[in-house]
C-alpha cells in the first residue's frame, strides 16, 4: 500500500512522467501489479519508460504489464526487465502477446539476464515472425 499511495501522489503531481526507474528495490509481482493499477487509473501521466531490472518480478509481473501496454490510452515505449530471474515462459508469453496486439513495438526492449533458455527465444521469435511490426527497434538479450 506504501508504494501505491507514494506513486499516485507522484502521479498525480505530475502532469507527465517520463521515466520510472525502480530498479534493485526487490519488487515483485504484487507490487509491480499495484504500480501497474495506479498507471492504468491516470493514463495521461503513465511513464513512456519503464525500468524495473534486477528485481523479484515473475510471470505475474510480466502480465501486469502486458495490461499496461494493451491500454490504447498508455504509450509505454521501453521497458528494461533484466535480472529478473524469477520471469519464465509464461512471463515471456504475456510480453509477447502485448507486443503482437499493439501492431507497433517497444523501442526499448531488454531481457538480458533472463535464464528463459530456447522455449523462450522460440518464443519471441514467434512473436516477432507473426506480427514483424512488433520487433522492437533495440532488443536486448544478454546471457539468456
Given amino acids: 500500500a506504501n508504494t ?6 507522484i502521479v498525480k503531481r505530475q502532469s507527465s512522467l517520463d521515466t520510472l526507474c525502480i530498479e534493485r528495490c526487490t519488487l515483485r509481482d504484487e507490487g509491480l501489479k499495484e504500480i501497474t493499477l495506479t498507471l492504468k487509473s491516470c493514463p495521461e501521466a503513465c511513464p513512456k519508460k519503464l525500468y524495473l531490472g534486477g528485481n523479484s518480478i515473475g510471470d505475474g509481473g510480466c502480465v501486469s504489464i ?3 501496454r494493451n491500454n490504447t490510452k498508455i504509450d509505454l515505449k521501453e521497458i528494461d526487465l533484466s535480472r529478473n530471474s524469477s520471469i519464465g515462459l509464461r512471463g515471456l508469453q504475456s510480453i509477447s502477446t502485448a507486443l503482437a496486439m499493439k501492431g507497433r513495438p517497444f523501442e526499448k ?5 533472463i535464464p528463459f533458455g530456447d522455449a523462450g527465444f522460440s ?10 511490426k512488433a520487433t522492437p527497434k533495440y532488443l536486448r538479450l544478454r546471457y539468456c
Fill in 109 to 113: 526492449l531488454d531481457l538480458s539476464f
Fill in 123 to 132: 518464443e519471441l521469435v514467434e512473436a516477432f515472425l507473426d506480427c514483424p
Fill in 4 to 9: 501505491q499511495s507514494l506513486l499516485t501522489a
Fill in 66 to 68: 502486458s495490461d499496461v
